[in-house]
């Protein structure tokens, strides 16, 4: 059974930086298309995919982040990371990975995600 493991996440200043850090454990995703999506806390919402990125690192980032998160994997490490910086409190949330199937499908059950909070 996959298990993924987010790591990463934390308390940071508005305009500041994170890299978060994503493993899938159980498997090899070498050949899967990756992505990190986000849920605000406490709001009930869906999770909005953020970034994603093919087997072949071509990577999407949505409009909302574009210019500030970045994008990229290691495959020998099962390890998918998101760099982000110019951090704004909107960008507050529980931050997950996952294997796409489409936009709105998954491969795998959710992990636990890795907290982002951006407060002054």
């Known amino acids: 059974q996959v298990q993924l493991v987010e790591s990463g996440g934390g308390l940071v200043q508005p305009g500041g930086s994170l890299r978060l850090s994503c493993t899938a454990e159980?498997?090899?995703?070498?050949?899967?298309?990756m992505a990190w999506y986000r849920q605000a806390p406490g709001t009930g919402k869906q999770r909005d995919l953020v970034?994603?990125?093919?087997?072949?690192?071509?990577?999407n980032v949505e409009d909302f982040v574009k210019g500030r998160f970045t994008i990229w994997r290691d495959n020998p490490k099962n390890t998918v990371y998101l760099h982000m910086s110019s951090l704004k409190p909107e960008d507050t949330a529980v931050y997950y990975c996952n294997a796409q199937i489409n936009r709105d499908s998954v491969f795998w059950s959710w992990g636990q995600g890795t907290q982002v909070t951006v407060s002054a």
């Open positions: 970034a994603s990125i093919t087997r072949d690192s071509i990577t």
């Open positions: 159980g498997t090899n995703f070498w050949n899967k298309r």
